[in-house]
Each structure stands twice: as structure tokens, then as C-alpha cells.
């Protein structure tokens, strides 16, 4: 079992900023990446940014040059750091983690954390 838990959301003027933190617990070493999913009212839950434990990260096309994943030297907790925020952006923020146990795949999502921009 691995715990996500987050932190970090809430309300900011557009071009603020805010930083998302997940801290998982549990089998952690289980776990080859995460990241960080948005899902916004009548859309699709989307991936914003992942990494994995090699350290590679990708992003999603509207984020790239704002948002930046980054996690601790004992993958304990990740991060998002999310600058120059916009309406756009306002969606609840879920943490994932995604990894193999005994050969099967496995995926936990954190309890989710709003972020809400402001125009």
C-alpha cells in the first residue's frame, strides 16, 4: 500500500504562484514515477507533469516553461512548483504514483487538492 498525501493548493491571482507537495508513505520503493494530474469540471483528468526515479521528467504542452516536477533524494515527497498561473489552470491537482509489485502493475492517487486562479 502507498500513501499520497498533498498540500499546497489554493487561491491565486492570475500570474501568482503556488508549489504542490505529495508525501508518500508506504512501499514507496515500490514505485518506478509520479506526478501530477489536474481534472477540471466536465473534462478529462489530465497528466501536468511526471517524473520517474531516474529523474527524467516530461510535461504537458500548456504547462511546459511554468511548472516544474522535481522530487527529494529519498523520493519521499514530490513537488510541482506552478509559476505565471492562469484561469486556465484552475482544476483540483492529483498525485500519482505508479509502480510494480511482485511483477504487477500498481497505481495510487492522492486525495486531490484544489488550485483556483483568479483573473
Known amino acids: 500500500q502507498v500513501q499520497l498525501v498533498e498540500s499546497g493548493g489554493g487561491l491565486v491571482q492570475a500570474g501568482g504562484s503556488l508549489r504542490l507537495s505529495c508525501e508518500a508513505s508506504g512501499s514507496i520503493f515500490s514505485i518506478n514515477a509520479m506526478g501530477w494530474y489536474r481534472q477540471a469540471p466536465g473534462k478529462q483528468r489530465e497528466l501536468v507533469a511526471g517524473?520517474?526515479?531516474?529523474?527524467?521528467?516530461n510535461y504537458a504542452d500548456s504547462v511546459k516553461g511554468r511548472f516544474t516536477i522535481s522530487r527529494d533524494n529519498t523520493y519521499n515527497t514530490v513537488y510541482l512548483q506552478m509559476n505565471s498561473l492562469k484561469p486556465d489552470d484552475t482544476a483540483v491537482y492529483y498525485c500519482?504514483?505508479?509502480?510494480?509489485?511482485?511483477?504487477?502493475?500498481?497505481?495510487?492517487w492522492g486525495q486531490g487538492t484544489q488550485v483556483t486562479v483568479s483573473s
Open positions: 500519482n504514483a505508479d509502480g510494480l509489485r511482485v511483477g504487477a502493475p500498481f497505481r495510487y
Open positions: 517524473i520517474t526515479i531516474t529523474g527524467s521528467t
